[in-house]
């Protein structure tokens, strides 16, 4: 476990570092916070955390040594004593770390884990992250908020496929895309993750395989590993997924659902050709194999629309279709959604009754309003602009930087360009190093186990200055 | 699959009723909404949800079927032809029937899914919900957006456990109750029921036992069970949960983890008396096994407020305690927390940030703005004092209407009256008779699948004219 903690000893006030840090670790022992048995940070992380010398803490430890509150133990550091329990017959309770190594669900990779901590770190430069920059949210919340929204409206419990209101409000915005749906068989989720997780959960059995692109943003992610599934990888070329190992695999009846981001992909930036799109379609048609289409960044065209998604072509119900307001709008709303067949969605929408009741209504509504109003829309053309000049700025600073230590092709829309570098060089190591140097990275090898050569870099979420920076200090960094 | 939709015929266009309805059909199966293969509603229940005669719908099917769209099909009813689809070639694909049955997921109990849907009829009388009425909301929405968040605060992503803010908001209030916590220890959720989920997704292993009161809320619940989990029920007296049988059951070693509401318990009611709290710890700690403490009622105490939660007496890291704002605040906003050893909570908030990257940032701040401006106890105040006269008019009418056939206990606090019969009755055909007179009820069986003679009574959420009527027609309905 990492030590974080916002809490911070206080110059200003007349008793001893020390003495304050001491107290800190017996508030959190007393409190059963670090129970009996569990190890406490060590000296080096404390003092970097709390931002004193070493020396402190190792006085601090003492102090609390000498009470009997810690003890060293070897092979596992510095634990909190047994002597410290209040009972003083409970030598060790409860066993929490075998209770957190046992649990179904995977730990998140390590990588991921870091960049999750990592991105609370004050002034890191965020080169890699998938998200739309404070300064990209939409300034419309107040108009909002004057409209006196219903008290039911917003604070009661939503019906089990969500609020009515933003359910026809996303059927018609689907309309634009050549998506014809009625309310009925639209599912709101909370963010298209939770999609993911409610298919896992409620459709998919043990052992299935789920096919994705090579690399894909569903790779980084374990909820179809922690349900029991499987993954299998496809190549990518111009046009997007390969179509003839599609077939090929396909063919061999072993595949339960394809995952593809066809616009925009996550996280190489390829748009996937109509052609392409229609093949697919027809493929997975002939072997019955559904369809997650992941359309996240379909709003987030720069230069001309994506071609119209797969679920447009689907008289079939074959395709289950994930939209999100997380890349446009902001994705603290935690809003999404699953187009499909009906009995699909009553099943998606029983599994996430029992998850968490439903999305929160306060930001249902929010949607359904910027929706309503056309404010998102309106929205969408800011974001776009934005978008532009954050690309143009960074490509850019590739030209600059980077011309002769790698390659990349210029992103038509969404947020990433899939940067891969001409030499073998070691991309952890690269990674470790830029955090050291304030600087964090989204590696290749997130979506793509044998990757060896490429970063994922956002030009959505870092300032421009700290792109200029953060090119900068990756430029340095590359042996 | 139950049909639902919000569609109706519109009477006042020129266009035939019957031919209304067929469109509206031939628009599901051309969207693929409803696919090839599968089944449409009966007649029955489309007359029903679009309130016209069986004829009208006879005559639209008919139509539908000499287009050659459905069709009938012995012993399955009438479904969407093969014929229908634009690709003549393909019968009927893909199979999502047994998509949806072979998920992993346990689907929720028949009542619930009907109690889950029942709750969507307009005018129906819900005389066991177990929330709060849309009367009992919060009057301060406007006064808080009147603070012009920061855009940060309220669309960006949270830290993985939550806005820091919120996180410290919820530590001072937690001293109120005798916890002391720091905002470390604290994890944000979308509500209890998730803290549920990320516990059994996160810390339990297949085959384990969870200990839980009989009757439960939990038993409700397919949470455990669907991530491979046992339940075992223990009896409760008049102080609470039955220490001796606790003993016996947890030195079998066989329990992982005991789940208790002591505090106004769903479904009963009862307070776990002060002396019991002290020995269930005990035991707890004898037999190292952590405790989950569900608290979501006890800022509803009525008469006088509840003992200290078991979590104040635990200095060891034993207890995971559970707080919501949903039967206080709203359900809508789907905020809750949970307090725990700081290593239970690093693992949760990885779980959650693979379930759903984190509570809506929106609402987190709406509730961060309630309990900081000193809104919330101002809100409880009004809350407490509307609950005890919906108490009081429930009581009196039981005493006028059911004295006869029931008995029942004062609650001192929450939501419940467990309403016990006093002879024989088949309560399954009460609750399908009480749907059919338009109230909706919450039958004891859901909380232990082997009570035959109890009901949960909520008043909290029918208005008093509602609750009224619907107790009127429950005494009419029992035979």
């Known amino acids: 476990m990492k030590f974080e903690t916002?809490?911070?000893?206080?110059?200003?006030?007349?008793?001893?570092?020390?003495?304050?840090?001491?107290?800190?670790?017996?508030?959190?022992?007393?409190?059963?916070?670090?129970?009996?048995?569990?190890?406490?940070?060590?000296?080096?992380?404390?003092?970097?955390?709390?931002?004193?010398?070493r020396s402190t803490v190792v006085q601090a430890f003492a102090e609390l040594a000498a009470d009997g509150l810690i003890e060293g133990k070897s092979g596992s550091g510095t634990i909190v004593s047994a002597a410290s329990a209040w009972d003083k017959q409970v030598p060790k309770l409860p066993d929490w770390e075998s209770y957190v190594k046992t649990g179904v669900h995977r730990p998140n990779q390590r990588t991921i884990q870091d960049i999750n901590h990592a991105e609370f770190i004050p002034d890191i430069i965020r080169l890699g992250t998938g998200e739309p920059s404070p300064d990209l949210f939409p300034k419309a919340m107040n108009r909002i908020f004057r409209q006196q929204p219903s008290q039911t409206d917003i604070f009661g419990y939503p019906e089990p496929r969500g609020l009515y209101s933003l359910r026809e409000e996303i059927s018609k915005h689907m309309t634009g895309y050549g998506i014809s749906v009625s309310p009925d068989s639209v599912l709101i989720v909370s963010g298209a993750l939770q999609a993911l997780q409610l298919i896992a959960l409620g459709l998919l059995k043990n052992g299935s395989s789920v096919l994705t692109e090579s690399p894909s943003y569903l790779q980084s992610l374990q909820v179809f590993q922690s349900a029991g599934m499987s993954m299998w990888g496809l190549p990518l070329d111009e046009e997007g997924l390969d179509a003839i190992a599609l077939e090929r695999y396909a063919a061999s009846g072993k595949g339960t659902l394809l995952y593809t981001i066809p616009s925009f992909h996550n996280p190489t930036g390829k748009v996937m050709s109509l052609k392409r799109r229609q093949d697919v379609y027809q493929l997975c048609v002939k072997h019955k194999l559904p369809i997650l289409e992941d359309d996240a960044y379909r709003d987030l065209w720069l230069d001309k629309p994506s071609p119209p998604p797969l679920k447009s072509l689907d008289q079939n119900g074959l395709v289950l279709y994930i939209g999100s307001?997380?890349?446009?709008?902001?994705?603290?709303?935690?809003?999404?959604?699953?187009?499909?067949?009906?009995?699909?969605?009553?099943?998606?929408?029983?599994?996430?009754?029992?998850?968490?009741?439903?999305?929160?209504?306060?930001?249902?509504?929010?949607?359904?309003?910027?929706?309503r109003q056309g404010l998102y829309e309106e929205h969408l053309d800011q974001v776009r602009k934005e978008l532009r000049s954050r690309r143009a700025y960074m490509l850019q600073l590739?030209?600059?930087?980077?011309?002769?230590?790698?390659?990349?092709?210029?992103?038509?829309?969404?947020?990433?360009?899939?940067?891969?570098?001409?030499?073998?060089?070691?991309?952890?190591?690269?990674?470790?190093?830029?955090?050291?140097?304030?600087?964090?990275?989204?590696p290749g090898y997130l979506y793509d186990k044998a990757d060896r050569n490429h970063l994922r870099l956002s030009y959505s979420y870092a300032s421009f200055e700290q792109m200029k920076t953060g090119i900068e200090r990756l430029a340095r960094s590359i042996p």
């Open 325 to 371: 307001m997380s890349k446009t709008l902001s994705p603290g709303l935690r809003i999404g959604w699953v187009i499909g067949p009906e009995q699909v969605i009553h099943r998606l929408a029983d599994v996430k009754m029992q998850s968490d009741y439903g999305a929160s209504t306060l930001s249902q509504w929010t949607v359904m309003q910027f929706l």
């Open 6 to 53: 916002n809490w911070r000893p206080d110059r200003s006030r007349g008793i001893p570092i020390y003495r304050q840090i001491a107290d800190y670790v017996r508030s959190k022992i007393e409190s059963g916070e670090w129970p009996t048995g569990s190890r406490i940070p060590t000296e080096r992380a404390a003092a970097k955390v709390f931002g004193v010398n």
């Open 398 to 442: 590739l030209e600059s930087y980077l011309k002769e230590a790698a390659e990349w092709e210029v992103p038509t829309g969404g947020f990433y360009i899939w940067l891969r570098f001409k030499r073998d060089i070691s991309v952890p190591a690269l990674f470790d190093a830029a955090i050291k140097d304030g600087v964090l990275l989204n």
